[in-house]
C-alpha cells in the first residue's frame, strides 16, 4: 500500500463568484481574498487517479489557510469530478485563526471509509466573512490545499 500527495499551491484557488470582492490579490506566497458575507472558493488538486493498473484512493484532504478579523469557513466539500463525495462533506465549520503553514487538526479532514478516484478532486471551501467593521475589511489568506492518496 504505496501512498501518494499532491498539493497545489495557493494562488491557484478560483472564487465562485469572480468580481465579487472588495479586494483580490495574488502574493508569491497566498491567495488573499478581502470582503464581505458568504462566498465559495475552489481548489483544483492534481489526481493521481490510476497508478500501477488501479485506481487510488484518497484518505486524507487539507486546506492551508489564514483568517483576519471574523472570518470563518463554514464548509468545506469534496468533489471527485462533478460528483459530490457523501462521506467528504464537512459542515456547520467554524474555523478560524492562522493554520496556513503546518498540518493540524483545524486544517486536514481524515477520511473514515477511503472513496476510489474516478475524475479528479475537487476542494470546495465556504468562507463567511462576516461584516466590515472600524477595524477593517474581513479577510482569508489560502496558502496551499492537497491530499493523500493510496493505493487499494
Same mark, same amino acid.
Request: proline share 5%; glycine share 8%; aromatic share 14%.
Given at each position: *500500500?504505496?501512498?501518494?500527495?499532491?498539493?497545489?499551491?495557493? +494562488?491557484?484557488?478560483?472564487?465562485?463568484?469572480?468580481? /465579487?470582492? =472588495?479586494?483580490?490579490?495574488? !502574493?508569491?506566497?497566498?491567495?488573499?481574498?478581502?470582503?464581505?458575507? !458568504?462566498?465559495?472558493?475552489?481548489?483544483?488538486?492534481? +489526481?493521481?487517479?490510476?497508478? #500501477?493498473?488501479?485506481?487510488? *484512493?484518497? !484518505?486524507?484532504?487539507?486546506?492551508?489557510?489564514?483568517?483576519? &478579523?471574523?472570518?470563518?469557513?463554514?464548509?468545506?466539500?469534496? /468533489? #471527485?469530478?462533478? =460528483?459530490?463525495?457523501?462521506?467528504?462533506?464537512?459542515?456547520? &465549520?467554524? &474555523?478560524?485563526?492562522?493554520?496556513?503553514?503546518?498540518? #493540524?487538526?483545524?486544517? +486536514?479532514?481524515?477520511?473514515?471509509?477511503?472513496?476510489? *478516484? !474516478? /475524475?479528479?478532486?475537487? =476542494?470546495?471551501?465556504?468562507? #463567511?466573512?462576516?461584516?466590515?467593521?472600524?477595524?477593517?475589511?474581513?479577510?482569508?489568506?489560502? +496558502?496551499?490545499?492537497?491530499?493523500?492518496?493510496?493505493?487499494?
Amino acid at each position: *500500500m504505496s501512498i501518494f500527495a499532491s498539493w497545489i499551491h495557493g +494562488t491557484s484557488i478560483k472564487p465562485q463568484n469572480e468580481g /465579487y470582492y =472588495i479586494s483580490k490579490t495574488y !502574493k508569491g506566497y497566498a491567495a488573499i481574498f478581502h470582503t464581505h458575507g !458568504k462566498e465559495w472558493f475552489h481548489f483544483a488538486i492534481p +489526481t493521481p487517479v490510476i497508478t #500501477d493498473n488501479k485506481r487510488v *484512493m484518497v !484518505k486524507k484532504v487539507f486546506v492551508f489557510y489564514k483568517t483576519e &478579523l471574523s472570518s470563518k469557513i463554514v464548509s468545506i466539500h469534496v /468533489y #471527485d469530478g462533478g =460528483i459530490k463525495i457523501p462521506d467528504l462533506q464537512f459542515n456547520n &465549520l467554524a &474555523l478560524t485563526g492562522d493554520h496556513s503553514t503546518n498540518l #493540524d487538526n483545524a486544517n +486536514t479532514w481524515q477520511i473514515a471509509n477511503k472513496v476510489e *478516484m !474516478k /475524475y479528479g478532486l475537487g =476542494i470546495s471551501i465556504e468562507v #463567511d466573512f462576516g461584516k466590515s467593521s472600524p477595524t477593517g475589511v474581513p479577510g482569508i489568506w489560502f +496558502t496551499s490545499a492537497g491530499a493523500d492518496f493510496e493505493k487499494p
